[in-house]
């Protein structure tokens, strides 16, 4: 078992145009932030703009595997 833990931008709130005709940009405490659990034979999916760390909380060796496509200018 372990923990994955998340932090991606929140690009619905990148700019937001108010009623005074003044924009909000996004500041950094403007991101998601999410904590799951994983157990043995999970699937995990991180999207290229996602920060991200994992925390192995269990007595076993965690195998971790990251499949990236090189020609993607995002990884």
Known sequence: MGNLGTLSPDF???FEE???GQGHIARPEDHQQELR???EGDILSIPAEVAYW???NGDQKLIFVTLLNISNVEN
């Open 54 to 56: 994992i925390y192995n």
């Open 37 to 39: 659990s994983f157990k």
């Open 18 to 20: 108010s009623q005074q």
């Open 12 to 14: 619905t709130e990148t």
